[in-house]
């Protein structure tokens, strides 16, 4: 009696096209520099050429970078390599900190001094924690944010489960008039829940259009200056498109 053989796919697909397929490069020119950096494994074996042909449901596995305390530090230098914001010597307000990748790049730019404000507790990384230029305060909500003993004149805003419309007045009543403010707009926190799937994922290009349409209105609205408008060169959770927006408060 013969044995059942699993299907092979016979469909084959570029490995760079395979990435942003899945979600794990934002784009063609991301998905490529991960291959030219070694990072994308699969089957055994590690790719080194983009346009190689493989099966289209080979799992491919992105091997993580340590150069920063989380993957987010990987996106920050992005719209700070692309606009004028110096961050040496300025203090920084850093929203949503996490396990500190926004942090680590900050302090690898030259800041001052770092706040790292997070509702949660305990992810922020040790080295960073250890570090005299950082001033954790974990378990505190941004809009619950105690009266510090300097204005920060820069702040990093990285999100989730709330719009960034109630983030914004916080943000500023926290630092100094015109501060450099880069804030990472996500989809999924700013479109209605209707226009989410059960993935947490916005795929819709004009919902996601809109959704970045709508943080930066409001800015405009309340008189924040808007200074660029940048795509994420590495995509959110589960291949959610993300945004940079450079604002200055009033």
Same mark, same amino acid.
């Given at each position: 009696?013969?044995?059942a053989?699993?299907?092979?796919?016979?469909?084959?697909?570029r490995v760079?096209?395979?990435?942003?397929?899945?979600?794990?490069?934002?784009d063609?020119?991301?998905?490529?520099?991960?291959?030219?950096?070694?990072?994308?494994? #699969? &089957?055994? /074996?590690? %790719?080194?050429?983009?346009g190689?042909?493989?099966?289209?449901?080979?799992? $491919? !596995?992105v091997?993580?970078?340590?150069e920063y305390?989380?993957r987010?530090g990987?996106?920050?230098?992005a719209?700070?390599?692309?606009w004028?914001i110096?961050v040496q010597?300025?203090i920084?307000?850093?929203v949503?900190?996490?396990?500190?990748?926004?942090?680590?790049?900050l302090?690898?730019? #030259? &800041?001052? /001094?770092v %706040?790292?404000?997070?509702?949660?507790?305990?992810?922020?990384?040790e080295s $960073? !924690?250890q570090?005299?230029?950082v001033?954790?305060?974990?378990?505190?909500?941004?809009?619950?944010?105690?009266?510090?003993s300097?204005?920060?004149?820069?702040?990093?805003?990285?999100?989730?489960?709330?719009?960034?419309r109630?983030?914004l007045?916080?943000?500023?009543?926290?630092?100094a008039?015109? &501060?450099?403010?880069?804030?990472?707009?996500?989809?999924?926190f700013?479109?209605?829940?209707?226009d989410?799937?059960?993935?947490?994922?916005?795929?819709?290009?004009?919902?996601?259009?809109?959704?970045?349409?709508?943080?930066?209105?409001?800015?405009v609205e309340h008189?924040?200056?808007?200074?660029?408008?940048?795509?994420?060169?590495l995509?959110?959770p589960a291949?959610?498109?993300e945004w940079?927006?450079?604002l200055?408060?009033?």
């Open positions: 009696m013969s044995r053989v699993a299907p092979v796919s016979s469909r084959r697909v760079d096209e395979l990435l942003v397929q899945r979600g794990d490069a934002q063609l020119t991301s998905a490529r520099a991960l291959v030219m950096a070694g990072r994308v494994h #699969g &089957a055994g /074996r590690r %790719y080194t050429q983009a190689l042909q493989i099966p289209d449901d080979t799992e $491919l !596995r091997k993580a970078t340590r305390a989380s987010g990987e996106k920050l230098v719209p700070l390599d692309q004028p110096h010597d300025r920084c307000l850093d949503g900190a996490s396990t500190g990748g926004f942090t680590d790049v302090l690898r730019r #030259g &800041a001052e /001094r %706040y790292a404000v997070d509702a949660g507790y305990g992810q922020l990384a $960073l !924690r570090d005299p230029r001033v954790s305060l974990e378990r505190t909500h941004i809009c619950e944010l105690p009266t510090l300097e204005s920060p004149n820069m702040a990093t805003i990285d999100v989730s489960f709330i719009g960034l109630q983030v007045p916080c943000v500023a009543e926290a630092v008039p015109c &501060a450099d403010v880069v804030v990472l707009v996500k989809p999924q700013e479109a209605p829940p209707s989410v799937d059960e993935r947490g994922v916005v795929r819709d290009r004009l919902v996601q259009g809109r959704a970045l349409s709508s943080v930066v209105s409001w800015a008189h924040w200056r808007v200074g660029g408008v940048l795509r994420s060169p995509a959110g291949g959610n498109r940079f927006v450079w200055r408060t009033p």
